[in-house]
């Protein structure tokens, strides 16, 4: 397997811990990602539509101030 292949293949599994972790801090802490919850409160009945870019990035921001913060992530994936 080449260089290539691996690093995209760690990228992912970095991606995916991050991914169920933002998750894991929306579901498990109230505090958590207060400008996403916000924006699901006032869409929330409303049929999904692609977010604009200049929120998305926003909500992107916050979401890594808001892993980087914590003492550690949790990893989720299947031990094998």
């Known amino acids: 397997m080449n260089h290539k292949f691996y690093s995209e293949k760690i990228i992912d599994e970095i991606a995916e811990m991050i991914r169920d ?3 894991f801090r929306y579901s498990y802490d109230e505090d958590a990602l207060p400008s996403i919850r916000e924006y699901c409160k006032d869409k929330g ?9 200049e929120l998305l990035f926003d909500f992107t921001k916050e979401g890594l101030k808001e892993l980087i913060n914590c003492d550690f992530l949790y990893d989720f994936r299947d031990l094998e």
């Open 21 to 23: 972790n933002l998750i």
């Open 45 to 53: 009945r409303k049929r999904y539509k692609k977010i604009p870019y």
